[in-house]
């Protein structure tokens, strides 16, 4: 069906930058929205951004001004710049993807990544 592959992470010094990519393959017709999330060690998982496919962007408070995401619509590619990163960043990071798959018209259907790991040392 569909794949999203993430990459980019690792780890970093606190005040350090980071980019995770997410391409997304498979039986796509169109991709609605995309998204970071993020799950810490014993946290629920959170969002960290989201993008709509005409580019509308939501951002978690505690990430707004330090982290960028963006995406490409023609490569089904989804970016997630992190600036001045904190050792509370520190989680795995999910991509997501709202997507209406081909022969099967107007149904949406969720899909994640398996993850990266950001870790940021103080």
């Known amino acids: 069906q569909v794949q999203l592959a993430e990459s980019g992470g690792g780890l970093v010094q606190s005040g350090g930058s980071l980019r995770l990519n997410c391409k997304a393959t498979?039986?796509?017709?169109?991709?609605?929205?995309m998204a970071w999330h993020r799950q810490a060690p014993g946290k629920e998982r959170e969002l960290v951004a989201e993008?709509?496919?005409?580019?509308?962007?939501n951002y978690a408070g505690s990430v707004k001004g330090r982290f960028t995401i963006s995406r490409d619509n023609f490569r089904n590619t989804v970016s997630l710049q992190m600036d001045s990163l904190k050792p509370e960043d520190t989680a795995v990071y999910f991509c997501?993807?709202?997507?209406?798959?081909?022969?099967?018209?107007?149904?949406?259907?969720?899909?994640w990544g398996q993850g990266t790991q950001v870790t940021v040392s103080s």
């Open positions: 997501y993807g709202n997507i209406e798959l081909t022969g099967v018209a107007n149904h949406l259907y969720d899909f």
């Open positions: 498979g039986n796509i017709f169109s991709i609605n929205a």
């Open positions: 993008i709509t496919s005409g580019g509308s962007t």
